[in-house]
């Protein structure tokens, strides 16, 4: 996670966890004006929005960890919840032909253009309960206190609340299949994907009662003209806003994103009877091929020397934001005592830069099939998801920046710090969505930067404090 524009001094992080620990006794001695935490709606931005969080991270499809991907038994179950959520806090819902659930209010204006607010219901595997389910819950708990206050009429234009069926790609290995559809960017040929079990994504919405077709998942994209902007709450998923000590920041955008698969195809033989000078062993050569990989993300500068597109600027940004992982790696037939016949791997590869990511991809390559040739393996690349990075809108940033503020100064009393701006390595809905209508996020605070893992872990402070934000930016909207 790379960050930018962040301010010099902090609100010390061990005061900011002590005052946190102690918040709801001493609230009213600090912020007397403000009213006790009941009057910042802590039982429902916090309490209720925690107990949420942790009911829906006992929705899972496996025993013993989290595992929601798209469509799955433990997905549709999640959805229900959500759904009954959504209609607890006023809202009219329903659900599309991609699986994402939606929560509407029309407010005073019907016809003016709508704000939407999402995050996704999906999983990794192994996952942790607040990647996601944050944004959506606490989008959700915003709305709640506007209805439970008899405001949520008085909004000047529609709110909807979209709790998308996939971002995270693990089922299909496609990321962005529900947003990127509402954005109109999902080709039709995506409903053709097939899990590692054969089902289509097609067949699998189609077996839980969802009739989509190409016309009528051409025809799900919203019109740009009825959209006004779209905001996503997430948990930070890096250290940056543990260290320097705060609990919100503004994102001032997301890194660009390719994913590769690369298979490896040599010859298949016994372990004890080919001598090692005469093997074609993609083995070897895969992990070779991993190696580079690495020293290329770490010293990007070395192997980019003769690129005619990189300028300074790109050489720089490529050496402080891109990452480079392989997550998954496969064999072929898999046993201790054969050379294995096919290694198959993925690589993601992130940068702030598309044109740096762009001369990555390029040079990776051109060195795979070099170090292929030299061992007398096949190598064969596959683009399976790029995206592009996305720069969020000034104004709706300038509101967040705003919203966030007047969060942690409602919590805290008077504060001397600016909100800080961060980068975000990890990829978003909000990069699918920026194809229909300018987009803004927050990030929220998150233990040891850890995400994607069952030590997943926000405050309930943090919690709150995200919740506060939401209404905040809701009520300029009032």
Not at 232 to 249: D, R
Not at 410 to 439: C, F, N, Q, W
């Amino acid at each position: 996670m790379a960050t930018a524009e962040v301010p010099h001094s902090y609100f010390p992080f061990s005061l900011f966890l002590l005052l946190s620990s102690t918040l709801p006794s001493s609230y009213s001695a600090t912020a007397e004006k403000e009213g006790t935490p009941r009057s910042l709606h802590s039982e429902i931005l916090r309490d209720e929005a925690v107990a949420r969080l942790n009911e829906l991270g006992k929705v899972s499809d496996a025993v013993g960890y989290l595992e929601r991907t798209f469509m799955s038994p433990a997905s549709v179950r999640a959805g229900i919840l959500i759904r009954e959520w959504m209609e607890d806090a006023g809202l009219r819902t329903w659900v599309d032909s991609m699986g994402n659930l939606h929560g509407r209010v029309e407010g005073m204006n019907t016809s003016a253009q709508a704000l939407l607010i999402g995050s996704h219901m999906d999983t990794v595997v192994d996952a942790g309960i607040f990647d996601g389910s944050l944004g959506i819950i606490s989008a959700i708990s915003a709305l709640k206190v506007l209805e439970s206050n008899g405001k949520l009429g008085e909004l000047k234009r529609p709110v909807e609340v979209i709790a998308f069926s996939d971002e995270e790609g693990v089922r299909f290995q496609s990321t962005f299949l529900g947003s990127a559809a509402v954005a109109g960017v999902l080709p039709v040929t995506a409903l053709n994907i097939s899990d590692k079990s054969g089902v289509t994504v097609q067949d699998v919405l189609m077996g839980n009662a969802i009739e989509i077709t190409e016309e009528s998942l051409l025809e799900m994209k919203y019109d740009p003209a009825s959209v006004w902007g779209y905001v996503e709450l997430h948990i930070e998923q890096g250290p940056v806003l543990e260290w320097i000590g705060f609990p919100l920041a503004v994102v001032k955008g997301i890194a660009g994103q390719t994913r590769l698969k690369v298979t490896v195809r040599g010859s298949q033989g016994h372990a004890g009877t080919v001598p090692m000078s005469m093997r074609r062993d993609p083995m070897a050569a895969a992990a070779e091929l991993i190696v580079l990989l690495e020293g290329l993300c770490k010293r990007p500068r070395e192997f980019l020397l003769d690129c005619g597109n990189c300028n300074e600027y790109t050489l720089e940004s490529l050496s402080t934001s891109l990452v480079c992982t392989v997550g998954e790696i496969s064999t072929w037939p898999s046993a201790s005592n054969v050379i294995p016949g096919q290694v198959t791997f993925t690589v993601d590869l992130r940068a702030i830069d598309d044109v740096g990511r762009e001369a990555v991809v390029y040079e990776l390559s051109n060195q795979i099939y070099k170090i292929c040739d030299r061992r007398s393996v096949s190598c064969i690349i596959e683009r399976k998801h790029d995206a592009n990075a996305v720069i969020c809108d000034q104004e709706l940033s300038t509101r967040l920046q705003s919203a966030a503020y007047t969060a942690v100064h409602r919590m805290m009393g008077e504060i001397h710090e600016e909100v800080p701006v961060l980068m975000s390595g990890a990829g978003h809905d909000a990069m699918a969505i920026s194809h229909l209508t300018k987009v803004g996020m927050l990030f929220v605070r998150c233990r040891g930067g850890i995400s994607h893992s069952p030590e997943e872990h926000v405050l309930d402070d943090d919690v709150w404090a995200a919740g506060i934000a939401l209404l905040s930016f809701l009520e300029s909207h009032m």
